[in-house]
T-cell receptor
Framework: AQTVTQSQPEMSVQEAETVTLSCTYD???????LFWYKQPPSRQMILVIR??????QNATENRFSVNFQKAAKSFSLKISDSQLGDAAMYFC????????FGAGTRLTVKP | DTGVSQDPRHKITKRGQNVTFRCDPI?????LYWYRQTLGQGPEFLTY????????KSRLLSDRFSAERPKGSFSTLEIQRTEQGDSAMYLC?????????FGPGTRLTVT
């Protein structure tokens, strides 16, 4: 079974600084997708960034980038120039057939 | 189209009662997913549909749970004989490609 582990229940960052959220996963598959989702308080889950396992190049979306280490089964999210609106729960997810989520990391952004 | 919608947003029921939730996906999306999310955890996969066919069910989906998507459009999730352990947020997501678009969820409280 595939499992997704987020070892940081909570993280804090100063506005305009950079923060990295960690994620590891366990799978025997070679072809899959990885995602980071953001869930603001009392709001819907939205996709932040995705990575196809067959792509070696790390995905980037504006201030958000990932460090995908396939051999290590690691998929961390870096948020640059953090903004107050980045405060939310962040979930790492793995998808082969169904989607498996980690337990989440609560990010606080300090002004 | 304004995205995935779910109804009701909140439901309070007494133990032993049956409840039904509805999800309206984004109209052109052929895949629809149900998840359960408890406080402090990531969403857990329950089941998914490709058009009207239910293709996968999690072992979390006990025989008290049933889901339908009769015409490949909206879907319903019914829980029979609710238990206090069923209290959770029930999320629906729809997808055409790799990205799943989530609805706002239905928060179920079983008293």
């Amino acid at each position: 079974a595939q499992t997704v582990t987020q070892s940081q229940p909570e993280m804090s960052v100063q506005e305009a600084e950079t923060v990295t959220l960690s994620c590891t996963y366990d799978t025997s598959e070679s072809d899959y997708y990885l995602f980071w989702y953001k869930q603001p308080p009392s709001r819907q889950m939205i996709l932040v960034i995705r990575q196809e396992a067959y792509k070696q190049q790390n995905a980037t979306e504006n201030r958000f980038s990932v460090n995908f280490q396939k051999a290590a089964k690691s998929f961390s999210l870096k948020i640059s120039d953090s903004q107050l609106g980045d405060a939310a729960m962040y979930f790492c997810a793995y998808r082969r057939n169904d989607m498996r989520f980690g337990a989440g990391t609560r990010l606080t952004v300090k002004p | 189209d304004t995205g995935v919608s779910q109804d009701p947003r909140h439901k309070i029921t007494k133990r032993g009662q049956n409840v039904t939730f509805r999800c309206d996906p984004i109209s052109e999306h052929n895949r629809l997913y149900w998840y359960r999310q408890t406080l402090g955890q990531g969403p857990e996969f329950l089941t998914y549909f490709q058009n009207e066919a239910q293709l996968e069910k999690s072992r979390l989906l006990s025989d008290r749970f049933s889901a339908e998507r009769p015409k490949g459009s909206f879907s319903t999730l019914e829980i029979q004989r609710t238990e206090q352990g069923d209290s959770a947020m029930y999320l629906c997501a729809s997808a055409e490609g790799y990205e799943q678009y989530f609805g706002p969820g239905t928060r179920l409280t079983v008293t």
